[in-house]
């Protein structure tokens, strides 16, 4: 069957795309130096190798993937110093560039967090395979039987910014579940991706499956990323991940079909009930353990029959986090903690840094109104004793997730069991929330007769 041609739609521009540093950046690191008929000849090119090798991945069993992804973690660590290298290579040009310092936290990989992304590999390796699962099937009165089952996506393309440890982990969920995956990581990363996916594909290649199974095309800059979203019918599905202004773009401007994954405007509310050394501990782990990353807390709401904002909101200060805290808050923090006064800009704010937005509810219903006016969908959490304050907050707020007295970083697929994330989807069709392998397969309906025919 001959692929689909594929359709003119609008282009990131420069201005939009920014690959995530906010900086001033080289000709050559956002610009191909080829004509847009060659960029556009040679990502089509990629593509179609990509679906070649998709149907080899669609046919791989369970053991040849999990040697491959063990293979894949072996050489990181085999490596690790000359992606150490290259990566110094990309922060030190970030640094010259005024990248932000949580931006750069983003972009730094350290010897552990290599050996982080290792451990997300293995335990990929020792999760089921998704493909081939029933999720449902029958017999039906007629004889026929019935059932639908997980298969790969096929061709994904993933869009992203200054996260060297996104291309492992797409790649590694994606090999896992049977897929080929093209990727376009950004110039910010621009080093240390080309080495992690040489190393990927060289491991594919001994390991005999295809070493096309795992692209880039960052190589061709912006405009490499403009052809991929017009890839309809050469690409299956497109995850941008990253900040708002790509998400965005990427949703507003592909013909491809996307699946969206959000900012993360987290919310915090402590009930009146909420246990004051809980409270601040929790607060500490989800605004301060990493700040550059979505699914830490940007707004706490205290319940203004509550004692313990004194205590998170000293704590918080210690830190080195800055409130930015409405009137009743600043009343209530007079002469104790310093804070700086909050406006509409703050609610709104995913910081991804030590900055906080603080406010005063008198009840949960207010609380919940202002996530809803507020959040981006990703995650909320309640912190209380009262167990029908905590049904109701899990009933009335519609996020991705919903957190019961815990932090919110457990919003991630390695925490929730699933090895790896390729992103946090905040839609609510086909994938919502940290999408792991599942998340990566679609389903496909086997009817099995004898001599049937329908009357």
Known sequence: MTEALTPDTAVISDSVMSDAVQA??????????LSEVQVEAAVNSIADRSRKAARRMAQANRAWKDRALHAIGAALVEQKSQILAANEKDVQAGRENGTSAALLDRLTLTPARIDALVAALE??????DPVGNVVRGQTLPNGLRLRQVNVPMGVVAA?????PNVTVDIAGLALKSGNAVILRGGSAAANTNETLVRIIREVLEDAGLPADAVQTVDQYGREGANVL??????VDVLIPRGGRELIQTVVNNSSVPVIETGEGNVHIFIDESADEEMAVEILLNAKTQRPSVCNTVETLLVHSGSTVLPAVAAALRSAGVTLHADDRVREALEGKVETVPATEYDWATEYMDLDLAVGMVDDLEEAVQHIRTWSTGHTEAILT?????????????DSAAVIVNASTRFTDGGELGLGAEVGISTQKLHARGPMGLTELTTTKWIVQGEGQVRS
């Open 24 to 33: 001033p950046e080289t000709p050559e690191a956002g610009k191909s130096p």
């Open 385 to 397: 004793n009262n167990l029908a304050h905590a049904e109701q907050f899990i009933a009335e707020v």
């Open 229 to 234: 979203m017009r890839a309809r019918g050469r």
């Open 123 to 128: 335990n990929l390796a020792g999760l089921p």
């Open 159 to 163: 869009i992203y910014e200054a996260r």
